[in-house]
């Protein structure tokens, strides 16, 4: 029962995919056809950030993190944050677990929501794509605007979520 649980949403992603072919077979392939090909690119990039993360987790000491990016950090933890979600590889859904391992070593809140937001839209390979499409004007606009919304995001939720809160969401983590 536990594993129904815990696969619940996995299995009625299934059995909607499975309606939508018997209600249009084109359309039921072509869903069933990219859900395989996006399993297959999760597939490719997790475990190989994941090796990244334990590598992250054994090397770097949790005394440094807290002295770099912990509570006290100031810019400097804000930096590091920008600096790793800017350099980043991979699709969001990789800076989750990231986030969390920064949190379990010490990491303010702040300066992990911080290198989310950084990471959804100011990587550099987004930066660049983005500035060769639609213009370099519109990316120093879209940073511009995002880096202080990103940084107000982060204070704000700094002062909102409770330590315990904190707590929970990385014990719910592992």
Known sequence: MK??????WALIFLLVQIAIFFINN???????????SNLKEMLLLIPP???????????????????????GSGIIGLLIAFVLGTVAAGPLYVAFPMGVLLLKKGAKLSNV?????????????????EAASLGVNF????????????LLMAFYMEK?????????????AD
């Open 3 to 8: 594993l129904l649980k815990t696969y619940k």
């Open 26 to 36: 084109t359309i039921g392939k072509n869903a069933f056809d990219i859900t395989l």
């Open 49 to 71: 950030i994941f090796i990244i993360m334990g590598l992250m987790d054994i090397w770097v000491p949790k005394e440094t993190l807290i002295r770099y990016m912990g509570h």
């Open 113 to 129: 929501i911080f290198f989310l937001g950084v990471w959804s839209s100011t990587k550099l390979p987004i930066v660049v794509f």
């Open 139 to 150: 990316t120093l606009i879209h940073i511009a605007i995002s880096i202080p919304l990103y």
């Open 160 to 172: 909102s979520v409770s330590k315990e809160a904190i707590s929970l969401i990385v014990a719910n």
